[in-house]
């Protein structure tokens, strides 16, 4: 008897132990759920007109005059939301040998807060459309290509400035410039040992706009706007930032976004993140439309005259806003 007794005693504790992770284990869920912050709501609407306005500027490529006007545009935008901007001026050297002026527009949000994100999108555009069968030296309007990573970040700063509640982080919303003037397909000898795409963020990693600049981590935005847009995990991410990555996708199932950010890996990118890890020393992702269906491995408008107005799909917009806006309201 003594040794049912034992098992009968054995039985209980484990009963009550079981009872008592079971509770601790509903506290926390508790807890997570009562601390998590429900973030304001990104308007899909307001960022579409961020991306048509962009494009009122007609295509944005440097040297060109809506290249001018549209810069001078996103410096207002960021001043009229009370972040603290500045221009940073360089001669972007192309793959011909041509050097044009070229400027990184970098707004921040709570300039003196100590922890920083990074949030990016190049706002130039291809000067020429190689990938398209039709006109393919004339400059395309670069809707998505462009234009929808900015109207995000321009419609997450207004949330933020129209925020009655200032977040506890301070934030860098970059515009990176010359990001596509990279050579042309008809270019048969290329030199590899120099890339010519990502000047602006080659040109920022090494030369940053306050000296000794660190951040927590980035988010880079490329093509985020095209309908059925998938986000997939985009190889450098995953090498250089892959809690970053996890964070992100994570919070964007979390919210009912699975169908645009896809659980998958993917081969890496060469974007503006790559060199803010390589030169910059500062863990950044890249949510990039990636779509292996196609022989591009974008989405199938990339780099043609076809990247209009007409690709741009609200929801999509919607989708990467919201879950940006979770994941800065979570820190």
């Known amino acids: ?22 509770r601790e284990t509903k506290e926390q869920t508790t807890q997570e759920i009562s601390t998590y912050h429900n973030p304001p709501e990104f308007c899909a609407d307001s960022a ?21 006007q549209c810069g001078d545009f996103l410096v207002k935008e960021l001043e009229r939301f009370k972040f603290h901007v500045i221009q940073q001026n360089f001669d972007a050297t192309l793959y011909n040998g041509k050097i044009l002026k070229a400027r990184n527009i970098i707004g921040s949000y709570q300039p003196t807060a100590t922890k920083r994100i990074i949030l990016a999108a190049h706002w130039d555009t291809r000067p020429f459309a190689d990938q398209d069968t039709i006109r393919k030296n004339d ?12 109207a995000v970040l321009l419609e997450i700063a207004r949330v933020l400035h129209n925020d009655t509640i200032p977040l506890k982080i301070g934030i ?8 596509d003037y990279g050579e042309p397909t008809w270019i048969e000898e290329k030199n590899y040992s120099q890339t010519y795409y990502c000047l602006g963020s080659q040109y920022w990693a090494k ?73 910059g020393g500062i863990p950044m992702i890249d949510i990039i439309h990636y779509n292996d269906d196609n ?13 209009n107005l007409e690709q741009i799909d609200k929801n999509v917009l919607k989708a990467v806003g919201q879950t940006l806006l979770h994941v800065l309201y979570n820190e």
């Open 48 to 68: 579409f007109y961020y991306v048509q306005k962009q494009l009122t500027f007609g295509p944005r490529y440097l040297g060109s005059h809506g290249h001018q």
């Open 172 to 179: 860098d919303i970059i515009f990176f410039d010359a990001e």
């Open 207 to 279: 030369n940053k706009h306050i000296p000794n600049y660190r951040a927590y981590y980035g988010i880079l935005l490329d093509m985020v706007g095209a309908r059925n847009a998938t986000f997939t995990m985009e190889g450098n991410s995953m090498e250089y930032a892959p809690k970053i990555v996890k964070k992100v996708w994570d919070t964007a199932e979390r919210i009912g976004y699975s169908q645009y950010f896809v659980k998958q890996e993917t081969p890496s990118v060469i974007d503006d993140h790559y060199f803010v890890n390589r030169y």
């Open 139 to 150: 400059p395309i309007l670069g809707a998505n290509d462009g234009a929808s990573g900015v």
């Open 1 to 22: 008897m003594k040794w049912i007794t034992l098992l009968y005693g054995s039985l209980l504790a484990s009963i009550i132990l079981l009872e008592s992770c079971q």
């Open 295 to 307: 022989n591009e491995p974008f989405f199938s408008d990339w780099h043609k005259h076809s990247d």
